[in-house]
């Protein structure tokens, strides 16, 4: 996946030092309860569409465009489900992130869902019994994001 333009200016300036990014993650979900999932190209992993924020970018709508971007739906974010870390993870290039992450639950609007970029080997639409094996917090986002409404989930 490439990154973001002002990731690699900042990159030009501080090497692969640590870097606090921030992102957002969606739970997309349809009029069936299915959950939108893209098997990711960097790792080959099934995920919820995920991204990095642009500079000034609200979260909310960065998601609906990094959503967009990946897998041709149209979404609205509901609400937020929580507010947490991730990481660090260090790249095969040297380069570490870690990233302050905002999950949504989103209603599906409109598209068919497809591979719309190259950061996807599949997306689909799955029921929740019949979910492959996520990446790391992404089932348990799923959980938070079809209980009932509640506030955020975040670490004290």
């Known amino acids: 996946m490439p ?3 002002y990731i690699l200016k900042l990159r030009k300036k501080i090497g692969n030092d640590p870097l ?5 993650r969606g739970v997309v ?10 098997q990711r190209v960097d790792n080959g992993q099934w995920a919820l569409i995920s991204g ?3 500079p000034g970018e609200h979260p909310a709508r960065g998601l609906v465009r990094e959503i967009f971007e990946e897998t041709a739906v149209v979404v609205e974010p509901e609400r937020v489900v929580s507010v947490g870390a991730v ?3 260090t790249y095969p290039n040297g380069d570490v992130c870690e990233f302050l ?3 949504f639950r989103c209603r599906y609007v409109s598209g068919t869902a497809r591979i719309n970029d190259d950061e996807s080997l599949a997306v689909g639409w799955f029921g929740i019994d019949e979910l492959p094996e996520l990446m790391p917090g ?7 994001a079809l209980a009932p409404v509640e506030a955020a989930h975040f670490e004290p």
């Not at 606090?20 to 957002?24: E, L, N, S």
């Not at 979900?29 to 893209?38: E, K, P, S």
């Not at 992404?138 to 938070?144: G, K």
């Open 20 to 24: 606090w990014v921030p992102g957002v």
């Open 138 to 144: 992404h089932l348990t986002s799923i959980h938070r």
């Open 87 to 89: 990481g660090p993870f």
């Open 52 to 54: 990095m924020l642009e």
């Open 29 to 38: 979900v349809d009029g069936q309860d299915r959950i939108l999932l893209a």
């Open 101 to 103: 992450d905002v999950v």
């Open 3 to 5: 990154a973001p333009d």
